[in-house]
């Protein structure tokens, strides 16, 4: 890489970096590629060496400003971008949060669900990642209440709602296997200390299920992210570890898409 290039065109003309200048040239070459890429046709449309191309990828994925395909060996824009400045990217949150989806789907091959909460007590799922063997699934639209299965235990810690709103909203809320309002209220304040909840066949019977909450930079919920399996897939610790890794996820969305402002600090 030359680090010499000048830009005389300027007053006060300064030597540019070149990494950074490449760096720049592969996320503009991304922003307008109809498709992911791989390492070759980046380093050909940009003009950059493979290698450099290859080393500034991995860099940019690191910081998740690019998102990393592991089984096509390709790239895209990724969520870390909208940390700087997400209301000038021209994707929907759905379109952004999609690659994060199918990295945990991957990673611990399980349905993963992108739930929006509504302004109606409900949720709807807007985005979806499917594991190669999924033998469950959920159609997109799908509404559910928003206080039901381990997605509402998460909600319900947000919610901090007085006792007794807590105990109605539950009375109406339908289960397969309903938990006991005293197990339900338990789980709710431990996906609070948390960050993620797990269930095993309340709402559906031999359906787990794991989540965690997006929260805006007020604590409200925003969106959830849901890992659902056949209970016979995942055990305990299993369904933990989805667990953890959705409450990760869902920390680095809520930062990239509702960023606190200084005086929130």
């Not at 949150?93 to 690659?99: G, H």
């Not at 197990?183 to 559906?204: D, F, I």
């Not at 604590?219 to 990760?248: C, K, M, T, W, Y």
């Given at each position: 890489?030359?680090?010499s290039n000048t830009?005389?065109g300027?007053p006060g003309?300064t ?5 950074v200048?490449n760096?720049?040239q592969?996320l503009?070459h991304l922003s307008r590629s109809?498709?992911?890429e791989?390492?070759?046709?980046i380093?050909?449309?940009?003009g950059i060496?493979p290698?450099?191309a290859?080393?500034i990828?991995?860099?940019l994925a690191?910081e998740q400003?690019?998102?990393f ?8 824009l990724?969520?870390?971008?909208s940390?700087l400045a997400?209301?000038?990217?021209g994707?929907?949150y ?9 990295r945990v789907?991957?990673n ?8 929006q909460?509504t302004?109606?007590n409900?949720i709807?799922a807007i ?5 190669n063997?999924?033998?469950v699934?959920?159609?997109?639209q ?6 039901v299965?381990?997605?509402g235990?998460c909600?319900a810690?947000l919610?901090?709602?007085?006792q007794s ?5 539950f009375?109406?809320?339908?289960w397969?296997?309903p938990?006991?309002?005293?197990t339900?209220?338990?789980?709710a304040?431990l996906a ?8 095993e066949?309340n709402?559906y ?5 794991a989540s ?7 604590g409200?919920?925003?969106f959830?992210?849901?890992g ?5 897939q995942h ?7 989805i667990?953890e890794a959705?409450?990760q ?6 930062r990239?898409?509702?960023?606190l402002q200084?005086?929130?600090e």
């Amino acid at each position: 890489m030359d680090d010499s290039n000048t830009r005389s065109g300027k007053p006060g003309a300064t030597k540019d970096v070149g990494a950074v200048v490449n760096a720049i040239q592969i996320l503009r070459h991304l922003s307008r590629s109809a498709a992911p890429e791989g390492v070759a046709a980046i380093a050909r449309g940009t003009g950059i060496s493979p290698s450099s191309a290859f080393n500034i990828l991995r860099t940019l994925a690191n910081e998740q400003w690019v998102a990393f395909d592991e089984q096509r060996k390709t790239y895209q824009l990724g969520l870390g971008l909208s940390e700087l400045a997400v209301s000038f990217i021209g994707y929907s949150y759905a379109d952004l949060i999609q690659p994060e989806l199918e990295r945990v789907s991957i990673n611990h091959r399980i349905l993963v669900i992108l739930w929006q909460v509504t302004g109606d007590n409900h949720i709807t799922a807007i985005a979806r990642a499917l594991p190669n063997a999924a033998h469950v699934d959920v159609r997109l639209q799908t509404r559910l209440p928003e206080l039901v299965g381990a997605s509402g235990r998460c909600i319900a810690a947000l919610r901090d709602l007085p006792q007794s709103e807590l105990r109605r909203r539950f009375a109406r809320l339908h289960w397969e296997n309903p938990p006991t309002f005293e197990t339900y209220q338990h789980e709710a304040a431990l996906a609070r200390e948390r960050g993620w909840a797990v269930e095993e066949g309340n709402l559906y019977r031999g359906v787990s299920l794991a989540s965690a909450a997006v929260a805006d930079q007020h604590g409200q919920p925003r969106f959830v992210l849901s890992g659902i399996a056949i209970s016979a897939q995942h055990d305990r610790p299993q369904l933990e570890a989805i667990g953890e890794a959705l409450s990760q996820t869902a920390q680095f969305i809520g930062r990239a898409l509702f960023p606190l402002q200084r005086s929130d600090e």
